[in-house]
């Protein structure tokens, strides 16, 4: 399927549209920062619930301002007990779904993240489980730590196996270190595909009206299996999923 040519002034207008967003994010994020800081010295509850609502107001201003919405599927594969949640990753869009879906989610984040003015504080108040990528096995072994205490604590932990945002349609590069947790830890992974990069592009400026589609997909329990074997299962599912719900030429980007 092939994107039919749009007017210059109907992009135009998608350009507009998408930096009303931008205004508006910013503006939400200056807003809630003293609020949410504040909130972190009551108690990590209390300070989530507050970037919660920065969360809510973004989403509803994507929707409005962008025509961004999104369709669930697999409801029925989120356990009540939180676990390890392993996603596809295109887009900045889904670090704002998890959070804004699942409630008390927490990310794997590069630790030069905390540096940034206002984000990064909060990410790292929030308790955020910030990682040195180049460390290699001391890595997983600080996201196994943090997630044998976190999760039972009420809390989700969102790992993107392929460590980066990747375009749409890139050939998958699964790292292995989500599935290396899961079989040190024991804690199962809840596989989920979403398309959000064909709306909220990785490296563009345009976000383009539509619906993204999330699946949640049925847990991996690690079991006596294998990282690699978990690797191969993780992957087949997503991939299999993205086949489905993915269109290369959505858009003209």
Request: net charge positive.
């Amino acid at each position: 399927m092939s994107a039919e040519p749009i007017s210059l002034i109907y992009r135009l207008w998608l350009i507009v549209r998408s930096a009303m967003f931008w205004i508006w994010l910013f503006t939400t994020t200056t807003v809630f920062a003293i609020p949410a800081l504040l909130a972190s010295l009551v108690s990590f509850g209390v300070c989530y619930w507050v970037c919660g609502k920065w969360i809510t107001v973004n989403m509803w201003g994507l929707e409005f301002l962008c025509g961004v919405k999104y369709n669930v599927q697999g409801q029925e594969n989120i356990p009540e007990q939180p676990c390890l949640i392993v996603s596809k990753h295109q887009s900045t869009w889904e670090t704002f779904f998890f959070a804004y879906y699942l409630r008390h989610v927490l990310y794997v984040a590069k630790r030069s993240l905390a540096y940034i003015p206002v984000f990064g504080w909060m990410i790292s108040l929030l308790g955020f489980v910030m990682i040195n990528r180049n460390a290699g096995r001391g890595a997983i072994q600080q996201i196994s730590e943090q997630a044998r205490i976190k999760i039972p604590l009420g809390r989700w932990i969102v790992i993107f196996p392929e460590g980066t945002r990747m375009p749409v349609g890139a050939e998958p590069q699964y790292r292995i270190g989500a599935m290396k947790v899961s079989a040190d830890t024991q804690i199962p992974m809840l596989p989920v595909a979403v398309n959000s990069g064909e709306f909220w592009p990785r490296m563009g400026f345009i976000k383009w009206p539509g619906t993204v589609t999330v699946i949640f997909g049925p847990l991996i329990h690690p079991g006596n299996k294998t990282p690699d074997e978990l690797r191969t299962e993780v992957q087949t599912w997503i991939e299999g999923q993205m086949g489905q719900i993915t269109v290369k030429d959505r858009f003209p980007y």
